[in-house]
C-alpha cells in the first residue's frame, strides 16, 4: 500500500500484527500509485523536477527499473533544481522543532521572489504529481524560486505534529512559512519579493496570508475551505 513518511511517499507492506516494512521508497519522490502481480510490482513514481513515470520491481521492491517514458519533451527544457531542507522553526509552545521543506529554482544564484506553494489538508503534504504543480517550472524558468513547506499540521510526522494545528488554523503554521521565508532571504535564496499560492486548506491559508502578511506582493486563493 502506499503511505506517506516523513514528506515523502512511499510503497510499504503492513503484518498481520501490524508491523510495517518498506518495499519501494525513493529520494525526493512520491510513489503515487501501485499494482501487484504475481512476481513483480508495477509503480508509478514523480519527483518535483520530474513528472510521472512508471516502474517495475520484484515484490520485494529490487531491481527497480524504469519501464515508461512520458516525460522525454522535458529533456528539451530548461534544466531545474531541488533542494530538501530542514528548517529549525518556532512550534507555537514557546520551543522550537524541525520543518521539512523542498525549494524549487533554475540553476544560478539568487536572490529571487519566491512562491509560497501552501499545500491542501492540512492534514496533507506537499505534492509532487506534476497536474498539482505544472505552474512550478514555469515560474521557474521566469526566475522565482517554490518554497513548498510542510508546516505544523502536515502529515507522516506523528500524531501529535498534525493534531497541534486542530483550532489554530494559520495561527501556527503559517508563522513557520514567515520564519522560513527569512531564513531564506537571509540566505540570498530569497528577495523581498513574496507571493502565495494553495487549494482548499491552501487556499484557506492563502487568504489567511494576504489578510496578516503585508510583505506578500499578490497572492492566489484557490478553492479555500
Known sequence: ????????????????????????????SHCLAMAAGAA?????????????????????????????DFNAWRK?????????????VA???????????????????????????????????????FERLIHWPVLAEKGWAILALNAVGSNSYGLEFAHRLCGHWGELDYPQWEEVRRKLRVEGIASDVAACFGHSYGGFLSAWALGHDAGLSCGVVSGGV
Open 1 to 28: 500500500m502506499n503511505q506517506a513518511h516523513r514528506g515523502l511517499q512511499r510503497i510499504v507492506g503492513i503484518g498481520l500484527n501490524g508491523d510495517i516494512e518498506q518495499i519501494v521508497a525513493e529520494p525526493m
Open 40 to 68: 513483480n510490482l508495477a509503480v508509478v513514481v514523480c519527483s518535483p523536477v520530474a513528472g510521472p513515470e512508471i516502474f517495475i520491481a520484484d515484490k520485494q521492491g529490487r531491481s527497480l527499473t524504469q519501464v515508461s
Open 76 to 88: 528539451d527544457r530548461p534544466e531545474l533544481r531541488c533542494l530538501e531542507r530542514w528548517f529549525r
Open 91 to 129: 512550534d507555537g509552545n514557546g520551543g522550537f522543532e524541525d520543518g521539512q521543506g523542498w525549494v524549487l529554482s533554475a540553476p544560478g544564484e539568487g536572490p529571487r521572489p519566491l512562491l509560497l506553494d501552501m499545500h491542501g489538508g492540512p492534514h496533507s503534504i506537499a505534492s509532487f504529481e
